[in-house]
């Protein structure tokens, strides 16, 4: 943070803003205001340059085709990865999550690179498309509670030897590997197949963003009962029989 305003970078919701993930940045933004903090908030669309003075960027998914369209002005606009180098947390989901990866299959059938700011490949998977609810433990390091979200997707993501897992699935599928891992976070760089929005559903994780850029330890507390209610409901949903 700079000039005592958070910055929070809305990236391409032209292309990128399926199952609601706008509603994290709206989540961001409230839970800041909450906190008495002056808050900036931008939503970049395809057509404009990724800003490098942002302290929390946010990726939703997409479609194959506009995923593949977000990947390469992506990669021509660079700004993205100036505003890692600068300290900035970036939180992504699902084709969002994939494009901050290595390399992904696009609406071509071709592999697509992406930014390589997560040490993780992402391919098309075989079997069944993975839909649902997932109940799944976050990465004990991050010192959060359960994660719910609800997942669509037909691709498996790889992690790498620098990527560690986001969460480990109790119900659900997760980076579709089959080994129960869901998502992958390296540094300030976070990727997650879950929508709902996330954030809605996991407002601690907004809470972790906004501690991360603000580079403190703790926060004032807020009125979580919505929010809370909302867990309780959906952490049930997942845990009901197929």
Known sequence: MSDNQLRVVWIYPDLLSTYGDQGNALVVERRARQRGLDVARLDVRSDQPIPTSG????????????????????????????A??????????????????HEFINDLGQR?????????????????????????????????????GFENHQGVTHLGPTARPFAQVRFGNGNGTGDGTEG????????????????????????????????????????????????????AAAQQPA
């Open 55 to 82: 302290d929390i960027y946010l990726i939703g998914g997409g479609e194959d085709r506009p995923q593949r369209l977000a990947a390469e002005r992506l990669r021509r606009d660079g700004g993205l990865h100036r």
């Open 184 to 235: 992958a976070f390296n540094g300030t760089v976070f990727g997650t197949y879950m929508h709902g929005p996330v954030l809605a559903r996991n407002p601690q994780i907004a809470d972790l963003l906004l501690k991360l850029a603000l580079d403190v330890n703790a926060l004032p507390p807020t009125d979580d009962r919505w929010y809370e209610a909302l867990r309780t409901e959906r952490i």
């Open 112 to 148: 697509e690179p992406g930014l390589g700011l997560l040490d993780v490949v992402s391919v098309r998977g075989e079997g069944a498309r993975c839909v649902g609810d997932v109940l799944a433990d976050i990465n004990p390091q991050l010192g959060l509670p359960p994660l719910t």
């Open 84 to 101: 890692v180098e600068n300290g900035a947390i970036v939180f992504s989901v699902c084709a969002g999550y994939q494009i901050l990866g």
